[in-house]
């Protein structure tokens, strides 16, 4: 079989090294040739989606297996079902969008410029490969390998305070990774063993013994709260929102920080079935207060990149209610919700990033009356403002009406609750486009400049795979449903025993 997944990791690390390697007369087009690579990649994931077989989506495709480390028992595995492979599309669509969006960003620099996209290059051949990986060694080594771009893009590109946002985040995530690693070392020791002893499908449904386990979910799951990032994990995402590049937390947010909730999917509930229904309710506790708590810090914030951080930290409040629920409707709902969520806050950190570029300035009270003067402009912000409220015909909207319908049944009082957030989201949203675009028009804003063609060519595809997965959301259910059904049978035989 072709290798698709090895491919797809491999292109962009030869990207960054070729965007490295031009020579000084060339450093010109590093722009051209990085936008090359990520579009090459898309069109490469494209034909991979097309040879997907939608009917067994819930098995593993486009399976590749070498041996690795023998001694211990790790492979090269790499595949994807349907959950898998929804994320590395997420990721192939947004990399290409974020490259485009920063195309006027040190354009007189383009030594720092290549550095800056070589790094995005090697974030997208992990963001790859994390998705795809069989092996939990393997996921663990890209797990805290890909630390090393993101400290770098956080601590070498952005504001003042990217050094300490740098630290904070690397601090939170080792933290989190150190302690998986010892259940990681645990589980060769508790295992089934054997030459592939670190294979998902070996470990799923092992019996650990019941301490074992929760001790090692806990381990695993700690660090998957950091990084979705839940309550109290969770302050290093506003540091870094407000610090770094747009276009680095857009990727970080939208896509890298769904590994927490793709690990508790994929492979907390597959390996530690038991221990998973053990912590559930407190878990959905702590689902329910990040829903609210981040849905009203996002109300009672002044930079607008500190309040789209706070909303996430409120949508993947849901994500995990809906996958802790163990219920069909609800984890198809947080696995879609997953993708959505990714078109809707990179859309909105992009069309914010946008908004700043115009006058240099992240805080609402800086702005007021930009309808009247950039009514494009105006109408993009407010669309992609509505994706993150959930309204009805965009796509946010059928996985967050999923996740509430189907952990309805097991977790009413959490449900009712968290559809506070609901409310509260369209509090934050509606009152941030009154006070930047709507009364009379602050001086020195009156010559504020359009949405450019180019700034379009970003937003506007997003905004419409939002439509189209929202009047027609099969499209993207029917890949999930299948995966879904699979991880629920794993914890339904547990139950059952």
Same mark, same amino acid.
């Given at each position: 079989?072709?290798?698709?997944?090895?491919?797809?990791?491999?292109?962009?690390?030869?990207?960054?090294?070729?965007?490295?390697?031009? @020579?000084?007369?060339?450093?010109?087009?590093?722009?051209?040739?990085?936008?090359?690579?990520?579009?090459?990649?898309?069109?490469?994931?494209?034909?991979?989606? =097309?040879?997907? !077989?939608?009917?067994? +989506? %819930?098995?593993?495709?486009?399976?590749?297996?070498?041996?690795?480390? @023998?001694?211990?028992?790790?492979?090269?595995?790499?595949?994807?079902?349907?959950?898998?492979?929804?994320?590395?599309?997420?990721?192939?669509?947004?990399?290409?969008?974020?490259?485009?969006?920063?195309?006027?960003? !040190?354009?007189?620099?383009?030594?720092?410029?290549?550095?800056?996209?070589?790094?995005?290059?090697?974030?997208?051949?992990?963001?790859?490969?994390?998705?795809?990986?069989?092996?939990?060694?393997?996921?663990?080594?890209?797990?805290?390998?890909?630390?090393?771009?993101?400290?770098?893009?956080?601590?070498? /590109?952005?504001?003042?305070?990217?050094?300490?946002?740098?630290?904070?985040?690397?601090?939170?995530?080792?933290?989190?990774?150190?302690?998986?690693?010892?259940?990681?070392?645990?589980?060769?020791?508790? %295992?089934?063993?054997?030459?592939?002893?670190?294979?998902?499908?070996? *470990?799923?449904?092992?019996?650990?013994?019941?301490?074992? $386990?929760?001790?090692? /979910?806990?381990? /695993?799951?700690?660090?998957?709260?950091?990084?979705?990032?839940?309550?109290?994990?969770?302050?290093?995402?506003?540091?870094?929102?407000?610090? +770094?590049? @747009?276009?680095?937390?857009?990727?970080?947010?939208?896509?890298?920080?769904?590994?927490?909730?793709?690990?508790?999917?994929?492979?907390?509930?597959?390996?530690? @079935?038991?221990?998973?229904?053990?912590?559930?309710?407190?878990?959905?506790?702590?689902?329910?207060?990040?829903?609210?708590?981040?849905?009203?810090?996002?109300?009672?914030?002044? !930079?607008?990149?500190?309040?789209?951080?706070?909303?996430?930290?409120?949508?993947?409040?849901?994500?995990?209610?809906?996958?802790?629920?163990?219920?069909?409707?609800?984890?198809?709902? +947080?696995?879609?919700?997953?993708?959505?969520?990714?078109?809707?806050?990179?859309?909105?950190?992009?069309?914010?990033?946008?908004?700043?570029?115009?006058?240099?300035?992240?805080?609402?009270?800086?702005?007021?009356?930009?309808?009247?003067?950039?009514?494009?402009?105006?109408? =993009?912000?407010?669309?992609?403002?509505?994706? &993150?409220?959930?309204?009805? %015909? *965009?796509?946010?909207?059928?996985?967050?009406?999923?996740?509430?319908?189907?952990?309805?049944?097991?977790?009413?009082?959490?449900?009712?609750?968290?559809?506070?957030?609901?409310?509260? &989201?369209?509090?934050?949203?509606?009152?941030?486009?009154?006070?930047?675009?709507?009364?009379? =028009?602050?001086?020195?804003? $009156?010559?504020?400049?359009?949405?450019? *063609?180019?700034?379009?060519?970003?937003?506007?595809?997003?905004?419409?795979?939002?439509?189209?997965?929202?009047?027609?959301?099969?499209?993207?259910?029917?890949?999930?449903?299948?995966?879904?059904?699979?991880?629920?049978?794993?914890?339904?035989?547990?139950?059952?025993?």
């Amino acid at each position: 079989m072709f290798p698709f997944l090895t491919i797809l990791v491999l292109l962009p690390l030869a990207g960054a090294a070729l965007v490295r390697a031009l @020579p000084d007369g060339a450093r010109g087009r590093v722009r051209e040739v990085a936008l090359g690579v990520t579009l090459l990649e898309a069109l490469i994931g494209l034909v991979m989606l =097309t040879q997907f !077989d939608l009917g067994d +989506a %819930g098995t593993q495709q486009f399976t590749e297996t070498y041996e690795w480390i @023998p001694q211990i028992g790790t492979s090269w595995a790499l595949g994807v079902n349907g959950f898998g492979l929804s994320m590395i599309v997420l990721a192939l669509i947004l990399t290409p969008l974020v490259i485009l969006a920063e195309w006027r960003k !040190d354009k007189k620099d383009p030594a720092r410029t290549a550095r800056y996209l070589a790094l995005i290059l090697v974030l997208q051949a992990f963001m790859v490969a994390i998705f795809a990986a069989r092996d939990v060694f393997l996921f663990y080594v890209i797990f805290e390998a890909m630390l090393i771009p993101l400290y770098f893009l956080i601590g070498g /590109f952005g504001g003042e305070q990217r050094r300490y946002a740098a630290v904070k985040f690397l601090l939170y995530s080792l933290a989190g990774g150190l302690i998986m690693l010892v259940a990681v070392v645990a589980l060769y020791f508790v %295992g089934p063993g054997g030459e592939q002893a670190y294979l998902i499908d070996n *470990l799923a449904g092992y019996d650990f013994g019941t301490t074992p $386990e929760r001790l090692m /979910f806990l381990a /695993f799951f700690l660090a998957f709260a950091i990084k979705a990032p839940m309550v109290p994990v969770h302050t290093w995402l506003p540091t870094v929102a407000e610090t +770094a590049r @747009p276009g680095t937390t857009a990727l970080l947010v939208a896509v890298l920080d769904k590994i927490g909730t793709f690990g508790m999917i994929t492979l907390g509930l597959v390996i530690f @079935p038991e221990a998973s229904q053990w912590a559930a309710p407190v878990i959905i506790v702590f689902a329910v207060i990040s829903v609210i708590y981040g849905a009203i810090a996002a109300i009672g914030q002044t !930079d607008m990149l500190r309040l789209v951080s706070f909303t996430s930290v409120s949508h993947f409040g849901i994500m995990v209610l809906g996958i802790y629920a163990f219920q069909q409707t609800s984890v198809e709902g +947080a696995a879609l919700y997953m993708f959505n969520h990714g078109l809707s806050t990179g859309a909105l950190f992009l069309v914010v990033a946008f908004l700043i570029d115009r006058k240099g300035s992240p805080y609402v009270g800086d702005y007021g009356g930009l309808q009247k003067v950039v009514p494009v402009f105006a109408g =993009t912000f407010l669309i992609v403002g509505l994706s &993150a409220l959930a309204l009805p %015909g *965009l796509s946010p909207f059928v996985s967050e009406i999923m996740v509430l319908v189907g952990a309805f049944e097991v977790a009413k009082i959490a449900v009712i609750v968290s559809a506070t957030g609901v409310i509260l &989201a369209a509090l934050y949203v509606l009152l941030t486009y009154q006070k930047v675009f709507t009364g009379p =028009t602050k001086k020195g804003l $009156e010559k504020t400049r359009e949405l450019t *063609l180019r700034e379009r060519l970003v937003l506007w595809p997003l905004i419409g795979l939002m439509l189209v997965l929202g009047f027609f959301p099969s499209l993207a259910i029917d890949y999930l449903r299948e995966p879904a059904a699979a991880v629920l049978t794993t914890i339904n035989a547990e139950v059952s025993e």
